[in-house]
C-alpha cells in the first residue's frame, strides 16, 4: 500500500495539485459534489499534455499562497478548491474503472456508481492535505518528447523532498472528448493505479466489492466529520 501511506501520498497530492490547478476552473463541480463528467469542453481541451502540467501551478499555488491559512484551518474549503481546480483534470471514471480492474467488469451500474464517487472523494480529501504545504519551486517540469497525433503521453516531471532530492514523478495522460486529462501518476516508477488495484484486489477477494464500498463511504464520511467538528472547534476557539 505504498501510495497512500506517508510520503508517498503526500508527494502524490503535491505533484498532482502543481500539475493539474489551473485549468478547468469553471463548471468542474456539480452541485451534488459529484466527480465531473461528460460535457462541454473547458479551457483546458486545448491545452497538450506538457501545456496541462505547465500551466497548473500558477492558479492553484497563486489561490494557496494568498489565503493558505484558511485552508489550512478549514478543510471543507480546501476540499472545495481541489475539486473545483484539481480533479477535473484527472479522470477519475477511468482511474477507478483501471483501479477496479475485473471487479469493474462485473460490478452493477449502481456499485460502479459507488465506487466512482467514493473514490473521487477519497482522492479529494487525500490531495487536500498534501497541498497545503507545497510550493512551487519543488516542482519542475522535464521537457516532453511526445508526437503532437498521440493519444496517450507521459509528462516527465521532478519534486523535491524536504532533504533536497529529486524524485521522479511522471504523469500518464490520455485523449478525451474533453481534451488531455490525466489517469495516472508514477512516483519513482511506481503506479498509482496500478497501487490501488493491487490493495483493492485483495480486499475485494476477501471481502466483496460491496463491502469495500462501504468501508470507503464511512471513511469519507468520517473524515468530513472529523474536519467538520476541528473546524467548528477552532471557531469558537
Known amino acids: 500500500m505504498t501510495l497512500h501511506r506517508t510520503f508517498g501520498?503526500?508527494?502524490?497530492?503535491?505533484?498532482?495539485?502543481?500539475?493539474?490547478?489551473?485549468?478547468?476552473?469553471?463548471?468542474?463541480f456539480a452541485a451534488t459534489g459529484a466527480p465531473a463528467t461528460s460535457g462541454a469542453p473547458t479551457?483546458?481541451?486545448?491545452?497538450?499534455?506538457?501545456?496541462?502540467?505547465?500551466?497548473?501551478p500558477l492558479r492553484m499555488l497563486t489561490e494557496l499562497s494568498a489565503h493558505r491559512s484558511m485552508y489550512a484551518r478549514d478543510p471543507a474549503k480546501l476540499d472545495h478548491l481541489v475539486a473545483t481546480v484539481l480533479l477535473p483534470d484527472f479522470d477519475t471514471q477511468y482511474a477507478a474503472q483501471l483501479v477496479l480492474g475485473p471487479a469493474w467488469r462485473t460490478a452493477t451500474p449502481q456499485q460502479r456508481t459507488q465506487f466512482v464517487s467514493a473514490f473521487?472523494?477519497?482522492?479529494?480529501?487525500?490531495?487536500?492535505?498534501?497541498?497545503?504545504d507545497f510550493t512551487a519551486n519543488r516542482f519542475k517540469i522535464l521537457p516532453y518528447r511526445g508526437?503532437?497525433?498521440?493519444?496517450?503521453?507521459?509528462?516527465?516531471?521532478?519534486?523535491?523532498?524536504?532533504?533536497?532530492?529529486?524524485v521522479p514523478v511522471d504523469f500518464r495522460l490520455h485523449r478525451t472528448p474533453q481534451g488531455w486529462k490525466a489517469w495516472d501518476v508514477v512516483i519513482e516508477g511506481i503506479s498509482?493505479?496500478?497501487?490501488?488495484?493491487?490493495?483493492?484486489?485483495?480486499?475485494i477477494d476477501q471481502k466483496g466489492l460491496q463491502e469495500v464500498i462501504e468501508r470507503l463511504e464511512r471513511q469519507n464520511a468520517s473524515t468530513t466529520k472529523h474536519a467538520a467538528a476541528g473546524h467548528d472547534g477552532d471557531g469558537k476557539g
Not at 479551457?43 to 497548473?56: F, H, I, M, T, Y
Not at 508526437?147 to 529529486?166: C, F, H, I, Q, Y
Open 9 to 28: 501520498r503526500a508527494l502524490c497530492g503535491a505533484a498532482l495539485g502543481a500539475a493539474l490547478g489551473a485549468a478547468g476552473i469553471a463548471g468542474a
Open 43 to 56: 479551457a483546458a481541451a486545448s491545452l497538450g499534455p506538457e501545456q496541462l502540467v505547465a500551466s497548473s
Open 120 to 132: 473521487y472523494h477519497s482522492l479529494l480529501h487525500n490531495y487536500g492535505a498534501a497541498l497545503v
Open 147 to 166: 508526437s503532437p497525433d498521440a493519444t496517450e503521453a507521459t509528462v516527465r516531471t521532478t519534486v523535491l523532498r524536504e532533504n533536497g532530492e529529486k
Open 192 to 203: 498509482y493505479v496500478q497501487s490501488f488495484r493491487t490493495d483493492f484486489a485483495s480486499e
